[in-house]
């Protein structure tokens, strides 16, 4: 009886890891490792779909068919494995809970249940990837430190110099579109800087997790300039509350400087004063 309940409980660890489990599968043409388009969006659309999770680790594991040398299908599985990571990176994906990606080569015909040989080929040109979140999810709430806010450190005696962090301006994954909890914040910091008009400044934007400090893909636009385009979201935000567009400059600083924490405060946008008036004009 103790070892029935022994596996009956081994069972049932086991089948509610596996339902803890995500997977998609990303199809290749024949030698080919670029990610056809198709594919790129149906991707792009189960990255939406796991953005929000608390992921434990992201494994992927790249395959060929059963035509080519080991060695030329061991390479080839490989870069499509590292085609996925790259785009992962490309979408703000912390590249820390990645933790395999490798090529496996070739799969054998029989494990696929088809009769059509061209078919079982598509099927077994691909990319497996496996997401992992915890389960249950961790608590990661912060408790938030008592220190000045932002509009009250925009309403103090600033120099030319001086960098300012929007703190709580957090935007969406591979968008420019602020999360709900940010819009208040903007708005109070618009209200600020309307006043404070001897202040000039630039609106410097970042991303998270890209490799080699390029910049991250705009999922919107499908251009790589998704710095760029969050500087730009705040400053039009302030140009349309009352902020004078000569005050203001935007420039997009790419994975220049990552903060080193929680990936979400690396997609983030600083105030770099860069000129103050010598006669205050506040009224």
């Known amino acids: 009886m103790k070892h029935l309940l022994f596996i009956s409980?081994?069972?049932?660890?086991?089948?509610?890891?596996?339902?803890?489990?995500?997977?998609?599968?990303?199809?290749?043409?024949?030698?080919?490792?670029?990610?056809?388009?198709?594919?790129?969006?149906?991707?792009?659309?189960?990255?939406?779909?796991?953005?929000?999770?608390?992921?434990?680790?992201?494994?992927?594991?790249?395959?060929?068919?059963?035509?080519?040398?080991?060695?030329?299908?061991?390479?080839?599985?490989?870069?499509?494995?590292?085609?996925?990571?790259?785009?992962?990176?490309?979408?703000?994906?912390?590249?820390?809970?990645?933790?395999?990606?490798?090529?496996?080569?070739?799969?054998?015909?029989?494990?696929?249940?088809?009769?059509?040989?061209?078919?079982?080929?598509?099927?077994?040109r691909k990319v497996e990837i496996i997401v992992q979140p915890y389960d249950p999810p961790r608590d990661l709430t912060v408790k938030p430190e008592k220190k000045n806010t932002?509009?009250?450190?925009?309403?103090?005696?600033?120099?030319?110099?001086?960098?300012i962090l929007l703190e709580n301006i957090l935007f969406k994954t591979g968008y420019s579109v602020l999360l709900p909890e940010s819009k208040k914040t903007l708005e109070d910091i618009a209200n600020v800087l309307v006043t404070r008009k001897d202040i000039y400044f630039t609106i410097q934007g970042h991303v998270c997790c890209t490799q080699n400090s390029r910049d991250a893909l705009d999922r919107k636009t499908k251009q790589r300039n998704l710095s760029v385009a969050r500087a730009k979201y705040i400053y039009d935000y302030l140009a349309k509350k009352g902020v004078d567009k000569k005050r203001m400059k935007f420039v997009g600083m790419r994975r220049k400087f990552p903060l080193g924490g929680e990936p979400k405060f690396d997609r983030r946008v600083e105030i770099l004063i860069t000129y103050v008036g010598e006669t205050n004009q506040r009224h």
Do not use: C, W
Request: proline share 2%.
């Open 150 to 163: 932002t509009e009250s450190i925009l309403d103090e005696n600033l120099k030319a110099g001086d960098k």
């Open 9 to 124: 409980f081994f069972l049932y660890s086991l089948l509610t890891t596996v339902q803890a489990q995500l997977t998609h599968e990303v199809y290749f043409e024949t030698d080919k490792f670029e990610v056809p388009p198709t594919e790129h969006n149906r991707l792009l659309m189960f990255l939406s779909e796991i953005e929000g999770l608390d992921i434990q680790k992201i494994s992927i594991y790249g395959f060929t068919d059963d035509r080519g040398s080991d060695s030329y299908n061991l390479v080839l599985s490989q870069e499509r494995a590292n085609s996925i990571k790259t785009i992962f990176s490309n979408n703000e994906f912390d590249e820390s809970i990645i933790t395999n990606v490798d090529g496996k080569g070739e799969i054998l015909i029989k494990l696929v249940k088809e009769q059509d040989l061209n078919k079982i080929r598509g099927l077994n």
